[in-house]
């Protein structure tokens, strides 16, 4: 499957699409063949082109380039990430398309997680806190409202 992406790519590339539009399927690509420093490379791009462009959409990239940092052991760097992207995609923005509403939410779940292995405890509680709220309305077996629930339950 890498093999084709690949070929994909370099057949897009031929067609001179954008770059930075390309960087996005290119840093997944990279990170999923575990080559870290080229996947953050691709996707901080990714992320400063789209700032620059004025284009603020939750996409599973944020979240991608936030778990390269954090395998590599800079979880403030992680956090940095989610943190510039929640900021950078306030929640009216998440209804340009089918999937940017539940991206954002996945983003803010994976910051929580990121707070609360930075020992900051209250940051996780507010998402949360606004997360189950959102997903009040949500099917009982949704991923995230699942995890919500039992956290609560727990007491954490």
């Not at 084709?4 to 897009?12: N, T």
């Not at 398309?97 to 930075?118: H, N, P, Q, T, V």
């Amino acid at each position: 499957l890498h093999d084709e992406a690949r070929r994909a790519l370099v057949r897009r590339r031929e067609l001179q699409r954008p770059a930075a539009v390309l960087d996005v399927p290119e840093g997944q690509l990279v990170l999923a063949e575990g080559r870290l420093d080229e996947g953050i490379r691709f996707l901080t791009g990714m992320l400063e082109a789209r700032a620059v462009a004025g284009v603020f959409l939750a996409t599973g990239s944020d979240r991608k380039l936030a778990e390269a940092w954090h395998a590599k052991g800079n979880l403030p760097r992680a956090i940095a990430v989610l943190e510039g992207s929640s900021a950078a995609v306030p929640r009216w923005r998440t209804t340009g398309g089918w999937s940017f509403g539940y991206e954002w939410i996945k983003m803010r779940a994976s910051l929580a997680d990121l707070y609360r292995e930075a020992n900051r405890g209250a940051d996780a509680q507010a998402i949360e806190d606004e997360l189950r709220q959102l997903l009040a309305v949500a099917d009982d077996d949704h991923p995230i409202k699942v995890k919500l629930l039992r956290r609560a339950s727990a007491g954490q």
